[in-house]
């Protein structure tokens, strides 16, 4: 109702200016009836109310239609034409709409060729990797050692740009399985065994029983790899330790992480998954690209987990799995 009397608005005024125009000429000319005047004004004015009111009511269902927002993008194919206007917005949304997903189609076949690309690039990039790791494998002379250390960073980054990549496709790369949470642990952390000695840091696990969660083993790996490297990153302590606790509370099932790094300033804690935040640790540290966190969060989302964080600056940094 509100939209059709703003649309009928402007008739409705010329109607009573050229009411009193009228009647005002016909004074001029020397009529003084003033009853007359007013029952053709009356008879005029309920000829507009019936004008009004047949109009409102053939488009009663558009109007509404129009003061009801949108469900989504296509949703107007109730919208009836019962008049030149109503046809004609007919006709401009459903034109709209095509060249929308005409555009829409072609702005998906290009970003998904753009991931085929990033997904064949990264799997063509790891085989000279491991061609080079093989190569260096049976050296130990500092050079080498140099070289595999460069070679792990580059895997991770690698890995990191893959993942990324699938993200937005997770639903067609996920494969739920009941996995024991301690082999997971220890693998993960055996995989992780050069970047320990780098940084001189010592994996602690403890686990009081054998406890079994619901996961995507290779999903749950990235996670864990990227808390690792993030916790080894920022633990500057020499001999630092890193412990892995795991138990049940509550019915749920629960992985702690802590590390006796430097900490996170509580003007950071906010914004630690937001995409790209790297705060002051990422200043001192320029390997932070501000994504591992973000990643982590968006997997343990989809994955069904909850993640927390606590920290105290200058202490340590202790991450939480809730499965």
Same mark, same amino acid.
Request: hydrophobic share 40%.
């Given at each position: 109702?509100?939209?059709?009397?703003?649309?009928?608005?402007?008739?409705?005024?010329?109607?009573?200016?050229?009411?009193?125009?009228?009647?005002?000429? @016909?004074?001029?000319?020397?009529?003084?009836?003033?009853?007359?005047?007013? @029952?053709?004004?009356?008879?005029?004015?309920?000829?507009?109310?019936?004008?009004?009111?047949?109009?409102?009511?053939?488009?009663? *269902?558009f109007y509404r239609r129009m003061e009801q927002p949108a469900a989504s993008i296509g949703d107007f194919t109730d919208i009836k034409p019962v008049?030149?206007? =109503?046809?004609?917005?007919? #006709?401009?949304?459903?034109?709209?709409?095509?060249?929308? !997903? *005409?555009? !829409?189609?072609?702005?998906?076949?290009?970003?998904?060729?753009?991931?085929?690309?990033?997904?064949?690039?990264?799997?063509?990039?790891?085989?000279?990797?491991?061609?080079?790791?093989?190569?260096?494998?049976?050296?130990?002379?500092? #050079?080498?050692?140099?070289?595999?250390?460069?070679?792990?960073?580059?895997?991770?980054?690698? %890995?990191?740009?893959?993942?990324?990549?699938?993200? %937005?496709?997770?639903?067609?790369?996920? @494969?739920?399985?009941?996995?024991?949470?301690?082999?997971?642990?220890?693998?993960?952390?055996?995989?992780?065994?050069?970047?320990?000695?780098?940084? &001189?840091?010592?994996?602690?696990i403890r686990m009081e029983r054998q406890l079994s969660v619901v996961s995507d083993e290779k999903w749950l790996d990235f996670v864990l790899t990227?808390?690792?490297?993030? =916790?080894?990153?920022?633990?500057?302590?020499?001999?630092?330790?890193?412990?892995?606790?795991?138990?049940?509370? =509550?019915?749920?099932?629960?992985?702690?992480?802590?590390?006796?790094?430097?900490?996170?300033?509580? *003007?950071?804690?906010?914004?630690?998954?937001?995409?790209? +935040?790297?705060?002051?640790?990422?200043?001192? +540290?320029?390997?932070?690209?501000?994504?591992?966190?973000?990643?982590?969060?968006?997997?343990?989302? &989809?994955?069904?987990?909850?993640?927390?964080?606590?920290?105290?600056?200058? &202490?340590?940094?202790?991450?939480?799995?809730?499965?």
């Amino acid at each position: 109702m509100k939209l059709f009397l703003r649309e009928q608005r402007p008739v409705i005024i010329i109607y009573f200016v050229q009411l009193i125009v009228v009647t005002f000429v @016909y004074w001029l000319d020397g009529y003084r009836n003033a009853a007359v005047s007013l @029952y053709a004004m009356l008879l005029s004015s309920c000829l507009l109310a019936g004008y009004l009111a047949f109009r409102y009511l053939t488009h009663r *269902s558009f109007y509404r239609r129009m003061e009801q927002p949108a469900a989504s993008i296509g949703d107007f194919t109730d919208i009836k034409p019962v008049s030149p206007l =109503a046809e004609g917005l007919h #006709r401009l949304l459903k034109s709209q709409y095509r060249h929308y !997903l *005409s555009e !829409l189609n072609e702005q998906t076949e290009k970003v998904e060729s753009h991931i085929h690309f990033i997904n064949q690039w990264v799997h063509q990039m790891k085989t000279p990797i491991s061609v080079i790791h093989l190569m260096i494998q049976q050296e130990s002379d500092p #050079r080498s050692m140099a070289i595999a250390d460069e070679l792990d960073r580059l895997r991770k980054g690698l %890995d990191m740009v893959l993942y990324t990549a699938r993200l %937005d496709l997770f639903e067609h790369d996920i @494969y739920v399985e009941t996995l024991e949470l301690e082999t997971v642990i220890r693998r993960v952390a055996s995989a992780q065994k050069r970047l320990f000695i780098r940084g &001189k840091v010592f994996p602690v696990i403890r686990m009081e029983r054998q406890l079994s969660v619901v996961s995507d083993e290779k999903w749950l790996d990235f996670v864990l790899t990227q808390l690792i490297t993030n =916790a080894v990153r920022y633990t500057t302590k020499e001999n630092g330790k890193l412990f892995f606790r795991a138990d049940q509370d =509550a019915g749920r099932i629960y992985l702690e992480i802590e590390d006796e790094g430097i900490g996170i300033p509580d *003007s950071d804690l906010p914004r630690v998954f937001d995409a790209y +935040f790297t705060g002051e640790n990422g200043r001192k +540290f320029q390997e932070s690209t501000g994504m591992g966190m973000y990643l982590v969060k968006e997997i343990c989302h &989809k994955l069904g987990h909850e993640i927390e964080l606590e920290s105290t600056e200058g &202490k340590g940094t202790v991450v939480r799995i809730l499965f």
